[in-house]
């Protein structure tokens, strides 16, 4: 601003608050904890990362605090929203993909930086979630509901609802949608399948209240003139009403009794199924069912849930266990590590109505309620992992259920070298001690685990109990990566490529695969990620790869030297012609966007002039960029047309204040540069910006057209941020001296209008050539074993360098090897396949097809004791995830424990399958059972019905316990 230059930002400048300011505001504002109904606003983290950066948020990461070209330009939520019909993307991760930023917070970044282009600001507001525990959440997506009426249910409308929107609001909505006047009555109803529907009669109720779920479709019925109502009709020729259930009006939430003898209601709150009067009541799903064949409601995205308890339904050993009342005697209501006996009794009560033969699908509202009152993790409505449900299930009926009243304390003796089969017994008796329950003798086994010291060899042997297996998945740890290759000769097109380089390597990896195509030593490259036609990153040769996504356009362009070459230096480089509308506010922005690919262009670092500038670049991009010798005077053109040639004008014309005027006048093609002239066009530039004079600004232009018959340059340079969206108060000068160049300073070639369109072949420019390797298709589609799983698992594997182990020997912590294996399985073998992955940077679900027997699994050579019994498994259940990460839909099969037949359970619906539908790339868990274990339980099921129900010898089959005593 010394210069009396530069007018950038000017006016807003006063208001902005410097750096450490704006870094105390903001961080001040983000400790704001979330408040039921106030408004956050979403943020792109890329842009947040980059004001982080600007403004030095992390002490580590200071050096380029308010850096100009550090400056992040508007708020841009591009990346958030979907190209073509807008809208938030799906399954958008918080931090990962955006950040969440209180009103306050929101407000002053608007005011300091403003909001990019044709963009609304993405406000989402604070709800309440959780039945027993409450906490708060900023729901970031609204639920779809799918609307439609009684009289024409094949046209159906899409809305948008939040969570906390009532029934009420629901039908307002339809009413309007459908053009329903106000007099006239309507029922709404919640249609689950074809022909199941739940009358929503609580109009207060919120969307979560009610279990109403994304995708959920809501039916609208109005009453008929002659005041019966269409649906009434229907039923009454579908459904009897000897149903009705003694306890009809017990339909809030948990006050069905836990008594068995009493008709349980399913714990479902809606009272009117194909109801046509008031008084009487019906339950959802009433009918006659098969035992077992029973859906379970979705509660709003709790398919997880329903998936895992689906699969513990089919488990003969537990189902018979609570079905025959065994539960009520060894219930624990005062173990400290169990539930009060609250998570056996809602699991005997859900089990008692899939098995009762009476409903076709029931809403296990009470034992979700259960589930969320000691696990606030589960209490949400948002998707969870089944698996993880499962072994809290399992872990909740263990304690609930534990016959060990007093907990005895137990000193784990060293093992000493001692033989497996001795400390083996040794740990199993000592954990039998503390641990018996049904879930002990049906799920439980024993691991060995072997750690060695690589310094003293000292050798650590431990036997654990386990109640799943997890075995990682035998994935390549690679991953195919397109890159394109934009080689330093000005003629060579840039060739698309398709690398393979390991998932968890660094880029330096990535430009070892690309040298042995192109033949070009890996310390000549520079690896950029490519967005919105600029450099969203430069990556470090030791950056990670978890880095980059596979969305991410990574460019890798030849360099001659290294970046920090002594004599030379490459100069980022971004293409930009003149906006035609500019709508920000708050904020005064180039009148330039960006187009183009950005280029990496080296110069020297010491006398680069700024004409040598332009002529290096026009060699580089003479590709693309040709001026024919007979171009004649190509610029005049338009100015004979409508006078608005000249750079002087740029803005001005589209009414808004110059922002740049000043640092116009270097003479276009000269040495000669007339310093009191330029000041003169400035100030007369300024005067005619405030003047908003037309007249003046032709006049000045046809003089300086007219009077220059040297042609304009074909583009100007400008500092730029790194964005390429604001100026910077430096200006590159034409006036022989060398420029000060750095690697960090970004230049933007704003275009002549008309040069660009003459000369700049944009088809030619977008030219590039495909290596094969984009056209193969090398990752071909893997099917593994579920052996290749078992091994792997068993395999022995170097500790990474942050999972240390203390060696008690050495004293220290030590890089160990370590390894399972196998030394006793129990009854149900539960196996989860580990096909998610986290960290920091990447999230992954590996969808590989897993193929696993459906009879006769053996497992005798992953087992290390020789004298346990036949292991051999058949399958009796298996949970299914379909989608991708953060969200997607749970499932079940499950073999029916009397007919031996395959079931689909799909949340309400459950339908029949065969043996080969269940093995497919959604399996996720495995529910195997030890071959020769069912008949004994069909066994101990009809003497336990002789006997009258409770048997204490239901339980008392362990194998694994007489594994141990035998051995
Ligand atoms: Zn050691």
């Given amino acids: 601003m010394a210069e009396g230059g530069v007018v950038e930002m000017s006016e807003d400048t006063e208001k902005i608050p410097d750096c450490a300011k704006q870094k105390s505001e903001i961080a001040n504002l983000m400790k704001k904890s979330l408040k039921k109904g106030d408004t956050w606003y979403l943020l792109d983290t890329k842009w947040y990362k980059q004001w982080k950066k600007y403004v030095g948020y992390d002490s580590w990461d200071s050096f380029s605090v308010g850096e100009q070209n550090a400056h992040p330009g508007p708020m841009d939520n591009t990346p958030l929203l979907k190209e073509e019909e807008g809208g938030l993307k799906h399954h958008l991760i918080e931090e990962l993909d955006y950040m969440l930023l209180p009103e306050e917070a929101w407000d002053k970044m608007m005011t300091w930086y403003g909001l990019a282009k044709d963009q609304e600001a993405i406000s989402r507001g604070v709800i309440e979630q959780g039945t027993f525990v409450k906490h708060f959440k900023v729901e970031v997506y609204l639920l779809d509901v799918k609307l439609c009426r009684n009289s024409d249910l094949e046209t159906v409308i899409t809305k948008q609802f939040s969570r906390v929107a009532t029934i009420e609001t629901i039908e307002k909505e339809m009413r309007n949608v459908f053009e329903i006047p106000e007099e006239k009555e ?19 109720d919120t969307l979560q209240d009610a279990g109403l779920y994304t995708g959920q479709t809501i039916v609208i019925e109005e009453k008929n003139d002659d005041g019966t109502w269409p649906r009434q009709a229907k039923s009454t020729n579908t459904y009897t009403s000897t149903s009705t259930s003694t306890n009809s009006r017990s339909n809030s939430i948990g006050s069905s009794s836990h008594d068995s003898s009493s008709g349980y209601s399913g714990g479902t709150s809606y009272n009117s199924y194909y109801n046509s009067s008031s008084s009487s009541s019906y339950e959802p799903g009433r009918g006659h069912a098969t035992p077992g064949l029973c859906g379970l409601a979705n509660l709003g995205n709790t398919c997880f849930m329903n998936s895992a308890l689906q699969c513990m339904s089919n488990v003969p050993m537990l189902t018979q266990y609570f079905l025959n009342d065994e539960w009520v005697n060894e219930v624990n209501e005062d173990n400290p590590l169990g539930m009060k006996g609250e998570i056996a009794r809602s699991f005997a009560e859900l089990v008692k109505t899939l098995w009762s033969g009476k409903y076709s699908y029931t809403a296990p509202r009470n034992f979700k309620y259960a589930v969320g009152r000691f696990a606030p993790q589960f209490s949400g409505f948002q998707q969870q992992d089944s698996q993880e449900l499962m072994a809290f299930l399992l872990d909740g009926l263990h304690e609930d259920l534990n016959r060990i009243r007093q907990k005895p304390y137990i000193e784990m003796k060293d093992t000493d070298n001692r033989p497996d089969k001795e400390v083996a017994k040794e740990s199993w008796e000592n954990y039998r001690k503390r641990n018996d329950s049904v879930i002990v003798d049906t799920f439980h086994g024993l691991l060995k685990s072997t750690v060695h010291c690589p310094e003293c060899a000292k050798i650590s042997v431990t036997f654990d109990p386990f109640c799943y297996l997890s075995l990682p998945l035998p994935i390549k740890k690679e991953r195919q990566l397109e890159v394109f290759w934009v080689p330093i000769s000005p003629q060579k097109k840039p060739v698309q490529f398709k690398l393979t380089v390991p998932k968890m390597g660094t880029v330096s990896d990535l430009c070892n695969a690309l040298s042995n195509h192109v033949q070009i030593e890996p310390d000549k490259m520079a690896v950029t990620d490519v967005y919105s036609h600029r450099f969203h990153k430069i990556f470090s040769h030791d950056d990670t790869l978890n880095n980059i996504l596979d969305r991410d356009d990574i460019f890798v362009y030849e360099v001659p030297v290294a970046w920090d070459d002594p004599d030379t230096v490459i100069v980022p480089i971004y293409m930009r012609e003149k906006r035609v509308k500019n709508q920000y506010s708050n904020y005064q922005m180039s009148t330039y966007q960006l187009f183009g690919q950005p280029l990496l262009l080296p110069v020297p670092r010491r006398e680069c002039t700024y004409q040598i500038l332009y002529n290096q670049l026009l060699q580089r991009v003479s590709r693309y960029v040709k001026v024919p010798e007979n171009a004649g005077c ?44 330029i000041n003169g066009d400035a100030n007369e530039m300024e005067i005619s910006a405030a003047n908003g004079s037309k007249e003046t600004e032709e006049k000045q232009s046809s003089e300086n057209t007219d009077e220059s018959m040297e042609p304009p340059p074909l583009f100007k340079f400008r500092m730029v941020n790194s964005y390429g969206s604001a100026e910077i108060d430096h200006k590159l000068k034409n006036d022989g001296n060398p420029l000060r160049l750095h690697n960090r300073t970004h230049i933007a070639v704003d275009w002549h209008p008309l040069a660009k369109e003459k000369f700049y072949d944009e088809q030619a420019a977008e030219d590039l050539e495909q290596h094969e390797s984009v056209k193969q298709r090398i990752q071909r589609k893997q099917v593994l074993q579920l052996d290749d799983c078992l091994e792997l698992f068993t395999r022995v594997e170097q500790l990474g360098e942050n999972d240390l182990w203390y060696c008690p020997q050495c004293k220290k912590h030590q890089q160990a090897t370590k390894k399972f294996d196998l030394w006793s399985l129990p009854d149900v073998l539960i196996i989860h396949l580990k096909r998610f992955s986290y960290n920091r940077y990447y999230r992954d ?68 399958a065969s043996e080969e539908d269940v093995t497919s790339k959604a399996a996720y868990v495995l529910v195997y059972q030890k071959q020769g274990t069912r008949t004994k339980q069909l066994k101990c099921k009809q003497n336990c019905h002789a006997a009258g129900g409770a048997m204490e010898n239901g339980s008392s089959n362990s194998m694994s316990d007489e594994e141990m005593e035998t051995t």
């Fill in 186 to 204: 309507v029922r709404l109803w919640n249609k689950y399948m074809a022909s199941t529907y739940e009358h929503l009669n609580k109009p207060a």
């Fill in 634 to 677: 190509w610029w005049k053109e338009v100015n004979e047309q409508d006078g608005q040639m000249t750079d002087s004008s740029d803005g001005k014309e589209n009414g808004e204040k110059d922002v740049i005027s000043n640092e116009e006048p270097v003479k276009e093609n000269g040495m000669a540069v007339d310093q009191k002239q």
């Fill in 845 to 912: 679900k590996i969808d590989t097809l897993i193929e696993f027997p459906y009879k006769g699994l053996n497992l005798k050579k992953y087992l290390i004791n020789k004298e346990h019994g036949a292991v051999t498994y058949d399958l009796i259940a298996v949970t299914n995830h379909y989608g991708g990460l953060g969200g997607g839909h749970y499932t079940a099969y499950g073999k029916h424990m009397e007919d031996d037949e395959w079931h689909y359970y799909d949340d309400s619906s459950v339908s029949s």
